[in-house]
């Protein structure tokens, strides 16, 4: 069985400040792991995976998320928050061996907040 | 590239009728389809897992026989609410695949009210 942790149910952060989201990952297999962005009334874009390549991962918009065996963790970073970054991020993990014809579980979300 | 569409965007139903959503792949065969249902401010949760001529494969505490899904080529899926209740009152997203690909390709989703 899989499960993901999202601490913080919302994160406030000033314009122009780093933004970090936590995401820790139970598995038993090896997992590919996923961070979406969800805007209001639309559906999820993918940011970046992680799927057994290098570690750090570079996504869109500037986000980037590195994976951590030992720490069982994939957070994800941005150096400097826009005020477009404003929306409900999820993480969610899937099981390798599936090929992507698992499907995902998901995060709680959490709500990030860009104070001008 | 990779875009999924669903209909209707929102609907809204009178308690004990059916309502059917649609989940197609616009410009790519989707291996695999998903339906999640996403309730208020909370997270998505799989429902269940349908491959293209094939039974869908449903998570557990998911109905079979309220939430039909059919998945009738590569590129459409569908899921019927039967006598729908307002507790089934949600919103419900499909996501597509491509086997290796790694990656699910989500709709923009479906608001279901039942009244």
């Known amino acids: 069985a899989q499960s993901v942790t999202q601490l913080g149910s919302h994160v406030s952060v000033s314009e122009g400040a780093l933004v970090l989201l936590r995401c820790n990952y139970s598995s038993s297999v090896p997992p590919y792991l996923f961070w979406y962005v969800q805007y209001p009334n639309q559906g999820l874009q993918l940011l970046l995976k992680?799927?057994?390549?290098?570690?750090l991962v570079k996504g869109i918009n500037g986000f980037e998320a590195e994976f951590k065996k030992s720490e069982t963790s994939f957070h994800l970073t941005k150096p400097s928050a826009h005020m477009s970054d404003a929306a409900e991020y999820f993480c969610?993990?899937?099981?390798?061996?599936?090929?992507?014809?698992?499907?995902?579980?998901f995060g709680k979300g959490t709500h990030l907040i860009i104070q001008p | 590239g990779a875009v999924v569409s669903q209909h209707p965007s929102w609907v809204i139903c009178k308690s004990g009728t059916s309502v059917k959503i649609e989940c197609r792949s616009l410009?790519?065969?989707?291996?695999?389809m998903f339906w999640y249902r996403q309730f208020p401010k909370q997270s998505l949760m799989l429902m269940a897992t349908s491959n293209e001529g094939s039974k869908a494969t449903y998570e557990q505490g998911v109905e079979k026989d309220k939430f039909l899904i059919n998945h009738a080529s590569l590129t459409l899926s569908t899921l019927t609410v039967t006598s729908a209740h307002p507790e089934d009152s949600s919103f419900y997203i499909c996501?597509?695949?491509?086997?290796?690909?790694?990656?699910?390709?989500f709709g923009p989703g479906t608001r279901l009210t039942v009244t």
């Open positions: 969610a993990v899937s099981d390798q061996a599936g090929g992507g014809a698992d499907g995902l579980t």
């Open positions: 996501s597509a695949s491509i086997l290796a690909r790694y990656e699910q390709y």
């Open positions: 410009d790519f065969q989707a291996t695999t």
């Open positions: 992680y799927t057994s390549a290098a570690t």
